[in-house]
């Protein structure tokens, strides 16, 4: 069993940057592939960011390439975004989530555990 807990939303101007946690509880944390998801109002929920548990590999949507950085910390059993150069369209609850799993996934479905989310608005 994990359990999430997002944090580091808020409001930024376009063009700002934002780093966002997720602290995870549980003893295995570093079998986790982890995965950023986001929803924005009356979106489905899409797919931002994945890395595997070694951080050996990762994989971003090609609207945040070149912009977010994903990266985890075993030690502290936590995993950050830092996304840069953001616009309104980031706008969005950002999710962490889970999945045992020594593959990077990219599909909702495929993750079995979630954070209850951060809000991130972009917006002058």
């Known amino acids: 069993q994990v359990q999430l807990v997002e944090s580091g939303g808020g409001l930024v101007q376009p063009g700002g940057s934002l780093r966002l946690s997720c602290a995870a509880s549980?003893?295995?944390?570093?079998?986790?592939?982890m995965g950023w998801f986001r929803q924005a109002l009356g979106k489905e929920r899409e797919f931002v960011a994945a890395i595997s548990w070694s951080a050996g590999s990762t994989s971003y949507a090609d609207n945040v390439k070149g912009r977010f950085t994903i990266s985890r910390d075993n030690a502290k059993k936590s995993v950050y975004l830092q996304m840069n150069s953001l616009k309104p369209e980031d706008t969005a609850v950002y999710y962490c989530?889970?999945?045992?799993?020594?593959?990077?996934?990219?599909?909702?479905?495929?993750?079995?555990?979630w954070g209850q989310g951060t809000q991130v608005t972009v917006s002058s």
């Open positions: 549980g003893r295995t944390f570093s079998s986790y592939t």
């Open positions: 989530a889970a999945t045992r799993t020594t593959l990077v996934l990219t599909t909702t479905r495929q993750y079995d555990y």
